[in-house]
């Protein structure tokens, strides 16, 4: 009986291209729902979403905890690392190689042991983590759907030298996160000082307003209490609001104009296109939505009718973004 071949020898194997001047790219379903926990300390408490047909579930196990928003950084250099070669004509591959060197550089992170062992982490609960979803899965015939499982990663390799130095990680990608990045109408360039923004729901709301913002200029907004049940978040609704006000009032995310407004008892955060410090031209690999006529709202919140949003911030004007803003330190806690 021939031996069943495994998947890494099924796979081409990918050297990851230098990355100093690559554009970042993430995959909109990541930026959309709740995948990633918000907070640094480890969390076990699973995370689950449902609404508009949609459904997901993500697991992770007490040793390591659900993966963070900052071990999405990977996945981040991963996304970016298939756009390019694809650019170049490289054929991408789900099988990675690259030093952490260059994946920390790319992050932005130092490259000090410290710095190391997070990433080492990250990559860890990259592959510890369950997701179950139901998104980007077609429906039966009897109606129901299908239920896709994975980890963001299947496995990974540290090529490690005698002195106790890394020569490379090797990793392979789950197959539908790498589908979604290969589907150009999927993936979106964030903005370069990313990176640079420190908190979790600072991170994660800059995602969701860039998926759901791309370029309509008439703006964006979302329920307050919409907001926190798409943030997956442990924190309560009052202390959520609490931080998605307080990044409203300092104006956080680059390239968006964020403001508070109240109606009819509902709090929303609404978001457009911030003309004092434009998105690059070049925000977007494809549309994100359709035009819109006046105000855009999540996919399954109610229309509303077409108002504009007004600069009748909580904070009055905005602060800019501290450009020389030092990261925080690693990719999650180790």
Known sequence: MSKRPNEREQLSL???????????RDAQ?????????????????????????????????PEHGI????????????????????????APSRLMVATPYEILRFAQRGTGRSDYLALRAALDRLQSTTVATTLRQRERPNGGRRVH????????????????????????????????????????????????LSGGIERWLYRLVRKHGGRQQAGWRFDMRHLHLKSGSLQRPSDFAIQVRHLARRQALPGYWLSIERSGGIEWLAFLPDPDNRPRSDLSTDPVEEPVEGLGMSSVDRPHGPRGITRRSIGGSPAPIDRKATPSNGLGTP
Do not use: C, H
């Open 67 to 90: 993966a963070t928003i900052w071990d999405a950084d990977v996945l981040i250099w991963a996304a970016s690392q298939i756009i390019q070669a694809k650019k170049e004509g490289i």
């Open 14 to 24: 990918f050297r990851a291209l230098p990355g100093s001047d690559m554009a970042l």
């Open 149 to 196: 499982r994975f980890s963001w990663i299947n496995e990974w390799k540290d090529y490690v030298r005698p002195d106790g130095r890394s020569d490379g990680v090797e990793l392979i990608l789950a197959d539908w996160f790498f589908s979604g990045v290969m589907d150009d109408t999927l993936v979106l360039t964030l903005d370069p000082t990313y990176f640079r």
């Open 29 to 61: 379903d990541l930026m959309a729902y709740p995948f990633f926990s918000l907070a640094k300390s480890p969390r076990i408490v699973p995370i689950r979403f449902e609404a508009g047909g949609i459904s997901l579930t993500v697991e992770g196990v």
